[in-house]
Structure formats: C-alpha cells, structure tokens
C-alpha cells in the first residue's frame, strides 16, 4: 500500500568548524585558536567538508522525491511535524535520539555522513543509498525497528522524554540529595546522580557506569557482573545509581534495578537548588528538580520507528 508524504524533513547539524565560526566570527580567527593551542585545524576542515558533502546529496536526493524542509538541530523542539513526514537525520547517533523523541511514529531514517569517523549505531545508511530507499519508504515497504523511550513526569504535569537515558541528580558535581521510591521499597540517598536507561541507551552513559562496576568487581576478584541486553522495542528500562554514599541519613541498597510497565518508580528532590531532569544528554532542556519536586519515571506510551 502506497503511503502519502506530507513532506521530506532533513535534520542538520552544525559541525565543529561551523560552532567554531560561531564563536570566533571567521574561520581564520577559529584556526588562529585552534592552531594556537597546539591542535590540528585541518581535521575540521576535513570533517565539515565530508559532512557538507553528504548533506548535499542527501538534500539532492530527497528533491526528487517531494517536497524537502531543511532544520538545524536546535529547531527540532518546536517543528511541526506532519503525520506523514519522512524525516532524516544527518548526523551522529546523537542527532537521531534529539529527533526521535518529538515524532509521533514517523519514518526516521538516520544517515552516517563520514563513515570513516562515525560508528553509528543508528545510523543505519549512507547518503547514496537514500536513491533506493525513499521509494520503499514512499510506497510503505520499508522495514523499521520500534523503540522504546522512557518518560519523566513531574506533578505539576511537565513531561519528558528520553530515547537512551534519563539523568535525575544535580547539575553541578556536588552530591544530589534526593529520596527514591521503587515498587514499594525507598532510601533517602546522596550520589552523583541517577541514571535511567532504555534497551537502546545500553550501548550509551549506562554502559560507562556498567564497565566501572565491572572493573572494580575484577580487581577485587569478585567475578564479572553480566546482564541480558534490553532489545530495543522491550518493554523494560534499567535504572543504577552512581556513586550512592552511605551514611547515618542515608542508604546505598537500592542502586541498580529494572522499571517495567506499571512499575511504580519516584524521585523526590531534597536539593534546595541545582536540582536538574535531563534526557538523551541534552543539559539546555531540562526540567528543575528542587526540593520538594516529585518525579515518577515510566515507561513512555509513544514508540520510536527507526528505519533499518
């Protein structure tokens, strides 16, 4: 069954020699600073050469098959996005959890512009290959993973949402005071903070925390610690503390554990300031998390759709 497009939206963003440009007015004056600080400026002629390029093609491409909008990525929290959009995001794995998030079951597909730098866990294409897949993607034939988001909601009815992780603590490197509810069990708790993983931000700060742990198991010869990776479209998250700190007011036992649907799970802010809410490391859109606010972390309603 053909699907109708709306339109072709293509997410940008600006490379380290554009927010260079940014800072410094010129790229000579970048350079001048890079260079002066004893670091190679020509890799980031290289990288924005590379990632122009393959922005060019990709825009060269979706031109021939309807009409193309083209945002940066700062835009993305306010867009409108049609029903029917195909929205392609050029740019790291980064990139296309900020996007996802604010669609509502749109086709995503990710492009890697510089494969010779990228990994790129989710993206899963080339510019190039865009000429075969558009048309699958137009006449519905395409195949797409579903992922599940987390989502942080406050009393007050403020929601966010989170394609790899949420981080529930402090903004600053002091410790976050908080007091955390988990299915019918809590602790008042000092740490540097909580994090909230999905299947898909296993590979991403959960696995940093994870690999810690695993270290200091092994130095102190107590096997390693191994889990089943949560799939992408799992009804599941994962939750582990960092650095909880036991004391006389507070406890280290509930550090680590799995938030499925229905689960009842809340954090309740003792910070008199510099309290923070943040998801997918996007520190500028957070929620305030100040004494007395109340956050309960589910699992979110809305689905990812990523083409593979």
Known sequence: MEREMNKIVIVKRKTRLQELVCQYNTVEQAKFY??????????????????QAA??????IAERFGRVQVIEREFVPNMLFGGRDIVIAVGQDGLVANVMKYLDGQPLVGVNPDTNRWDGVLLAYEAGQLSGLLPRIIAG?????????????????????????LFIGCQTHTSARYEVTWNGKNENQSSSGI?????????????????QANRMAAIFHCGQIWEEPLPWEADSLTFVVREAYPSRATQADLIYGK??????????????????????????????FNSGTEITVQIADKKGCLVI
């Not at 922005?55 to 060269?60: A, P, R, S, W």
Request: proline residues 1%.
């Open 55 to 60: 922005l060019k093609q990709v825009m060269d």
């Open 195 to 211: 994090i909230i993983s999905t299947g898909l931000g296993a590979t991403g700060w959960y696995k940093s925390v994870m690999a």
């Open 259 to 288: 938030i499925d649907r229905g689960d009842d799970f809340r954090v309740v802010s003792k910070m008199p300031a510099r309290g923070v809410v943040f998801s997918d490391g996007i520190e500028e859109d957070a929620i305030t």
């Open 141 to 165: 034939k395409y195949h797409a993973k579903e992922i599940t988001m987390a989502q942080a909601l406050t009393r007050d009815g403020q929601i966010m949402l989170a394609v790899n992780d």
């Open 34 to 51: 890079i260079e002066h600080m004893g670091v190679d400026f020509s890799d980031y002629i290289v990288e924005d050469r590379n990632y």
